[in-house]
């Protein structure tokens, strides 16, 4: 029997009409490209993204193509957004933080049509469009086009005086909505497609209390760019409650970012470890306090304890771990205390919000050892993570990859993590960067996490070196604070104690800067290149 139920289907221009029509008053904050704070609601914004349609029908975008954007956090970048996924076309963002060469392969393997773009992505597109034939128009998201070789408008003039009310929907929920390559550490990036209803149903998600608990009441600052990982499905997630929406553009240094959280009354935001490193350094040197906010999402890469303990003791901030990848829209596990852990306090809370968490609903999670066979739940064991849902990837874009999928329907996330008995994950490697020492398996995550407490240590990252007799033992390599030189003997003393002792790394190195990859985590490829030749002490004492 069927539901006496009407159809509605779930598609992503109801949550920015919804947005317009009940909470159109609820303002949008934009540090602009041009330098000044800009300000905006809601129905302003809905009103200028049903221009962009038009401007996109006009230029011949039909559902299904793809239009690109590269730009920051900003609300002409929202209004592109919904101004594409509106009309059933397919909105593609591109990271302008990867090579040339990359973007150019991703461009051509998108299918990229139109590209709109913040004008500081000029000398990039100089370099790139020649090589991206299949991108015919191009738009800078600002007041003045800059001046370029190749022709181009501003996003100002190109919508001016376009009808507010260009008709959107009407396609199937099931239709693609969103296209994100992933930064894809070996071969070439994989597209994530996105649909219209999966990335409803990750917005409605995330909103649950034990995950963002984002309300009306909030304001919403989004420091995760808008062109990774589907920006945390924040701008779906944030328009759906009618949260004020703040958008920090391309300034994310620890003063910029302080600003805008004091004077626009921010209570909630988002973003990878490295950005609350670079705000507390900020906090400290200054003397500054955070007075409005109350709660951080961290994910990306693993939030370091200093990072929970400063944010809670110095500032108040409740720090909420999160888990998840661009395959997984990205948000799938989140670390908050059940009811047996929340009475606690937050000394013996901390060691479970360290780890990533638990699962959101319509989600499921296995843990398998490399013959597929699944693995206990006790928090000791490591396995592979395969996830499944209706917000995980089936398959990459142009059957990238191949299948993904195994005969249960779960993906692997290629991450290595371990399950305790109260249900929280928690990751120990990425399967290609765990330490294997004697047929046993090292965590350069756990390493990392406790070296970057040390003093002296600005970034910390742990790699396998060959060795004769383990097959692999790790290396320790830092970056230390400007003017701070901590010594070998100094990093060792620190770890002792803190982890196993077969763990210890068997030298440390010393360089100016560890190399992050574009979306801000440690770049393990790189260092390996750099350190491929490297001897350990330890394996010519074996040799
Ligand atoms: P991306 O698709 O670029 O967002 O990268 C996803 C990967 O980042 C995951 O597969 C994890 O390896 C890592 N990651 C994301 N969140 C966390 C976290 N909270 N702790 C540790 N690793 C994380």
């Known amino acids: 029997m069927r539901a006496l139920m009407q159809d509605w289907s779930l598609t992503l221009d109801k949550i920015f009409d919804h947005a317009a029509r009940w909470h159109g008053e609820r303002e949008v904050v934009t540090r602009s490209v041009e330098g000044p704070i800009t300000r905006s609601t809601y129905a302003d914004l809905h009103r200028r993204a049903k221009q962009v349609s038009h401007a996109l029908l006009e230029a011949g975008v039909k559902p299904g193509d793809r239009v690109a954007t590269m730009g920051w956090n900003s609300d002409r970048h929202l209004e592109a957004w919904y101004g594409t996924i509106g009309i059933g076309a397919i909105l593609h963002t591109l990271n302008p933080r990867l090579f040339p060469e990359q973007i150019v392969y991703i461009a051509n393997h998108a299918g990229d049509e139109v590209l709109l773009a913040d004008p500081a992505c000029a000398p990039l597109l100089a370099e790139i469009l020649p090589q991206c034939p299949g991108i015919r128009q191009v738009v800078f998201l600002s007041e003045e086009a800059p001046e370029t070789p190749f022709p181009a408008q501003a996003y100002e003039a190109w919508i001016a005086g376009r009808p ?114 670079m705000l507390l350094t900020h906090l400290k040197e200054t003397g500054g306090k955070l007075t409005t906010l109350q709660r951080v999402t961290v994910g990306g890469s693993a939030c370091p304890e200093s990072i929970f303990r400063t944010l809670h003791d110095d500032y108040g901030v409740d720090v909420i771990h999160g888990w998840g990848m661009t395959e997984t829209s990205p948000l799938a596990t989140v670390s908050v205390p059940s009811p047996e ?112 407490g040390a003093d002296g240590v600005a970034c910390a990252a742990v790699i396998g070196i060959a060795h004769p007799k383990w097959d692999e033992r790790p290396l320790l390599i830092i970056e230390p604070k400007p003017g701070a030189a901590p010594t070998r003997e100094q990093l060792l003393t620190y770890l002792e104690g803190k982890i196993a002792k077969w763990w210890m790394p068997d030298d440390v190195a010393f360089v100016e800067k560890i190399p992050l990859g574009a979306t801000g985590k440690i770049n393990k490829l790189a260092l390996r290149e750099t350190f491929k030749d490297y001897k350990l002490p330890s394996a010519q004492a074996a040799e």
């Open 164 to 277: 507010t009310d260009t008709p959107w929907g009407g396609f199937d929920e099931n239709d693609a909505a969103g296209l994100c390559y992933t930064s894809g550490t070996t071969g070439n990036p994989k597209g994530v497609l996105y649909g219209h209803r999966s990335n409803y149903l990750h917005a409605m998600m995330t909103l649950q209390p034990d995950a963002l608990n984002l309300s009306a009441r909030d304001t919403v600052m989004l420091i995760v760019p808008m062109y990774h990982a589907n920006a945390w499905g924040v701008m779906y997630s944030a328009p759906m409650v009618g949260a004020k929406l703040v958008l920090p553009g391309q300034k994310l240094d620890g003063a910029s970012l302080h600003e805008l959280i004091e004077t626009e009354g921010v209570t909630y935001s988002a973003g990878v470890p490295t950005i609350w490193q």
């Open 341 to 452: 852990i929340a009475d606690l306090g937050f000394e013996a809370q901390l060691p479970y919000k360290l780890k990533q968490g638990r699962l959101l609903c319509n989600l499921d999670l296995k843990l398998v050892n490399d013959a597929g066979e699944r693995l206990p739940h006790d928090g000791k064991t490591f396995g592979r993570l395969l996830i499944k849902g209706p917000t995980i990837a089936s398959g990459y874009f142009r059957a990238e990859g191949g299948e993904v999928l195994d005969d249960e329907g779960f993906f692997d996330t290629g991450d290595v993590s371990t399950i305790d008995p109260e249900g929280y994950m928690q990751i120990t490697d990425r399967a290609k960067d765990v330490i294997k020492s004697g047929g046993e398996w090292i965590s350069s995550i756990d390493i990392e996490n406790i070296a970057v």
